[in-house]
């Protein structure tokens, strides 16, 4: 069981937005610490993908996008691809475990 | 470019020992924490802790402490992975990846390494 909880998958069709949530408590997300999301294509290593809750590395398109309120966080994928079908990770810093942490993963299906 | 190389794929024994390693370029390789992950087959990622390679401070996951060792050689900018007593359930892929921002123990990681399969077998 992970500290931080994803939904094991969410699905949308080609131009469609669609958000992936990241829920936590007040030991990380809650405590202000920022959340970060990566990109996982099959057999791939993890991609990075935002940093710091609702920054963009140079190259990520700007169809992605990140936020944060309270013990949650959001990654919002507008303009769906095929080339998004992927696994989505969230991690972020928990105190009581003194440890950084990911969620469980949601792997996005584009229809 | 700033870059992350692991060691190839391995298969092992149950009760091996095996130390994997991850060699950085492009960057001070002593100013930026190494972290660890592992991925068991169909799972999502797991952190497994870090190590600054300055001073080799290391920081491990509960779930992970004592059962892996990190350690560095800042004389040719590698990381290393070690297990003394291999078990079957430590089947996974590893990656390891810079942490940033420099210096800090809290932030996130890129790049990545590709990654090193290890199989434990008997």
């Known amino acids: 069981q992970s500290v931080l909880t994803q939904p094991p998958s969410v699905s949308g069709a080609p131009g469609q937005r669609v958000t992936i949530s990241c829920t936590g408590s007040?030991?990380?997300?809650?405590?202000?610490?920022?959340v970060h999301w990566y990109q996982q294509v099959p057999g791939t290593a993890p991609k990075l993908l935002i940093y710091a809750s609702s920054n963009r590395p140079s190259g990520v398109p700007e169809r992605f996008s990140g936020s944060r309120s309270g013990t949650s966080a959001s990654l919002a994928i507008s303009g769906l691809q095929a080339e998004d079908e992927a696994d989505y990770y969230c991690?972020?810093?928990?105190?009581?475990?003194?440890?950084?942490?990911f969620g469980g993963g949601t792997n996005l299906i584009v229809l | 470019e700033v870059q992350l190389v692991q060691s190839g794929a391995v298969v092992k024994k149950p009760g091996e020992s095996l130390k994997i390693s991850c060699g950085g370029s492009g960057y001070t390789f002593t100013h930026y924490w190494i972290a660890w992950v592992r991925q068991m087959p169909g799972k999502g990622l797991e952190w497994m802790g870090i190590i600054y390679p300055l001073d080799s401070e290391t920081r491990y996951s509960p779930s992970f402490q004592g059962q892996v060792t990190f350690s560095v050689d800042k004389s040719i900018n590698t990381a290393y992975l070690q297990w003394t007593s291999l078990k079957a359930s430590d089947t996974a892929i590893y990656y390891c990846?810079?942490?940033?921002?420099?210096?800090?123990?809290?932030?996130?990681?890129?790049?990545w390494g590709q990654g090193t399969l290890v199989t434990v077998s008997s």
């Open positions: 991690q972020s810093y928990d105190s009581s475990l003194r440890t950084s942490v």
């Open positions: 007040s030991s990380n997300i809650g405590a202000a610490y920022d």
């Open positions: 990846a810079r942490h940033n921002p420099s210096s800090s123990p809290l932030g996130w990681v890129d790049p």
